[in-house]
């Protein structure tokens, strides 16, 4: 299980509302070391163009990041990206991620983020072994903390 | 020339000597890091592989990852391989290069 300090929840939401203005999709990663996995640290807010209904993230962007992620010992655990409207997983969502390994988590934010902040009307899938992606609870992946 | 041979990996033509003289000569490996998620591996490749195998075992490095076809091999300045049949000579990969493994596209909808 991941322990998600409530700062990155706080500040996934104000950046998701800040960037997307209820109006376009955003996207960002949630970070933790390779040396304590289980513990996230940091929110990654990638350059994308975006609209209502997607977006795409800027292939520069991604090298750039590629490189900061190894010099730093970091890894990539979970993306997160607002719907306009009800959250789950779209045929884009599963065929594009950044990251493909078994047990990569993505978490869906209903409404553009406008909501409270919390997990609620959030989905969650994980990548499977065979490469599919299956739905799995929430709070059996994230642990908040102060 | 030292620089050079340290430039290009254990290439013995570029001594100007055959590569049988040299004890395989371009055939003889040599070790560049390839990075996926902030994981870096080192990987032997020689200069006559194409990119395509270095896809392969760029790949078997990190646990055959599932949907393998949507990752491909970058140079760390982000210009993508993307003649699977170009040597590791022609693409100029150099001893310690460091190749990116990254998907081409990431989107979301």
């Known amino acids: 299980m991941y322990r998600l300090p409530r700062r990155m929840l706080d500040e996934t939401f104000a950046t998701l509302r800040c960037c997307g203005a209820g109006e376009r999709e955003c996207k960002l990663y949630w970070l933790s070391s390779w040396r304590d996995l289980d513990q996230l640290v940091e929110v990654a807010h990638p350059e994308h163009d975006s609209s209502r209904y997607g977006l795409t993230i800027h292939d520069k962007w991604i090298t750039k990041f590629w490189n900061e992620l190894v010099d730093r010992e970091m890894g990539v655990r979970v993306q997160v990206h607002t719907h306009p409207g009800a959250a789950f997983h779209s045929p884009t969502d599963d065929a594009f991620p950044l990251i493909h390994d078994a047990g990569f988590l993505s978490l869906v934010i209903p409404d553009f983020a406008q909501g409270e902040v919390s997990f609620g009307g959030a989905y969650l899938t994980e990548i499977q072994r065979d490469g599919r992606w299956q739905q799995v609870p929430i709070e059996a992946k994230f642990s908040v903390h102060e | ?109």
Request: hydrophobic share 30%; aromatic share 4%.
């Open chain 2, 1 to 109: 020339m030292a620089d050079r041979q340290q430039e290009f990996g254990d290439d013995s033509d570029e001594r100007g000597r055959s590569d049988d003289e040299h004890g395989g000569g371009r055939d003889k490996p040599f070790e560049i890091e390839v990075v996926y998620n902030g994981i870096a591996k080192p990987l032997e490749v020689t200069k006559d592989e194409v990119i395509g195998s270095v896809l392969q075992k760029a790949l078997a490095a990190f646990g055959n990852l599932p949907q393998p076809h949507t990752l491909a091999l970058y140079d760390s300045d982000g210009n993508e391989l993307k003649n699977e049949q170009q040597t590791v000579h022609e693409a100029k990969i150099k001893k310690g290069d460091r190749l990116l493994l990254r998907p081409s596209t990431v989107k979301a909808g």
